[in-house]
T-cell receptor, first 114, second 114 residues
Framework: KAGVTQTPRYLIKTRGQQVTLSCSPI?????VSWYQQTPGQGLQFLFE???????NKGNFPGRFSGRQFSNSRSEMNVSTLELGDSALYLC?????????????FGPGTRLTVT | AQKITQTQPGMFVQEKEAVTLDCTYD???????LFWYKQPSSGEMIFLIY??????QNATEGRYSLNFQKARKSANLVISASQLGDSAMYFC???????????FGTGTRLQVTL
């Protein structure tokens, strides 16, 4: 079974631009979460989507948004990029069934803002 | 709010020896989950082991075991028979009641030496 895939793997953008990152969960997984990892702040939860609905949201500004499609694929958008948005963005999927708690992560998208 | 504390920024262990990575947590939720993830230099977060707050027995997965001491709020990871491939960052994390959000510690960098 294929794991979580994220595209693109690497991205370089300029301040003020916007960016869209994509995540395809493991087949059958309906929950997708996004995390930001930076050297200064560590790993921080952005948001979670389940059945196309945002179920939980972290403490990030409104420039960070996401959505989930009917096939469970998810996209994350960051508008008006700032230098501090440079980070590794990780997506995780979960089966969302009784008794299952493990989140499986993709390889991440490394975003550099110049 | 949930909090994870990992007090060991870096650890060294000789190949074939056992090593314990420390993790303490704080939460007011009666139901929660505890996780350990491994992050090699490639960036992908690899799920290692899970422990539920109501599980009576410590979780084990191959060479990994989680030493869960609820009264002390600790969830240490024990790696037996260390291998060179175990060199990586290790993150302790906990989930909220719905398991939709993970809160991570700052990580421990493990270096396995010959």
């Amino acid at each position: 079974k294929a794991g979580v895939t994220q595209t693109p793997r690497y991205l370089i953008k300029t301040r003020g631009q916007q960016v869209t990152l994509s995540c395809s969960p493991i087949s059958g997984h309906r929950s997708v979460s996004w995390y930001q990892q930076t050297p200064g702040q560590g790993l921080q939860f952005l948001f979670e989507y389940f059945s196309e609905t945002q179920r939980n949201k972290g403490n990030f500004p409104g420039r960070f948004s996401g959505r989930q499609f009917s096939n469970s694929r998810s996209e994350m958008n960051v508008s008006t990029l700032e230098l501090g948005d440079s980070a590794l963005y990780l997506c995780a999927s979960r089966l969302q069934a009784s008794g299952t708690y493990e989140q499986y992560f993709g390889p991440g998208t490394r975003l550099t803002v110049t | 709010a949930q909090k994870i504390t990992q007090t060991q920024p870096g650890m060294f262990v000789q190949e074939k020896e056992a090593v314990t990575l420390d993790c303490t947590y704080d939460t007011s939720d009666p139901s929660y989950g505890l996780f350990w993830y491994k992050q090699p230099s490639s960036g992908e977060m690899i799920f290692l082991i899970y422990q539920g707050s109501y599980d009576q027995q410590n979780a084990t997965e191959g060479r990994y075991s989680l030493n869960f001491q609820k009264a002390r709020k600790s969830a240490n990871l024990v790696i037996s028979a260390s291998q060179l491939g175990d060199s990586a960052m290790y993150f302790c994390a906990m989930s909220n009641r719905t398991a939709s959000k993970l809160t991570f510690g700052t990580g421990t960098r493990l270096q396995v030496t010959l």
